[in-house]
């Protein structure tokens, strides 16, 4: 019976760590718990809070320094929302592996060189 408790406080606890965090409501704590904010930018967003509530994640990435939609994406997959929408903007690429890169290079190489031949 205790192990059914624990197990149970502890999926309550990790559904409350993962529970989303709106950008309108937030406090400093609350944002910098998100991963990837910070002092620094939990500061500029309760700043332009301030100002006014943030209507979109557009207005979002507008007003907030250093807030581009690269960051946007990974602060919505961690948990952040404005007025309780996620972001839905371009994600940003991941990065091309070293073999991939190589294989380009190659292929480029390629025609330079046969044309050399002829």
């Known amino acids: 019976m205790l192990k059914k408790i624990l197990a149970l406080l502890a999926m309550l606890y990790a559904a409350a760590a993962f529970a989303a965090v709106d950008v309108n409501k937030a406090s400093a704590a609350d944002l910098d718990g998100i991963k990837g904010i910070g002092p620094a930018i939990s500061t500029k967003i309760l700043d332009e809070r301030k100002k006014g509530n943030f209507k979109d994640w557009n ?12 960051n946007a994406a990974k602060f919505s997959a961690n948990g952040l929302t404005v007025n309780g929408a996620g972001f839905k903007g371009a ?13 380009a290079k190659a292929e480029v190489a390629k025609p330079a060189a046969s044309s050399a031949k002829k």
């Open 91 to 103: 994600i940003a690429k991941p990065a091309a592996k070293k073999d991939d890169k190589k294989d």
């Open 59 to 70: 207005d979002f990435i507008e007003r907030v320094k250093g807030v581009g939609e690269g």
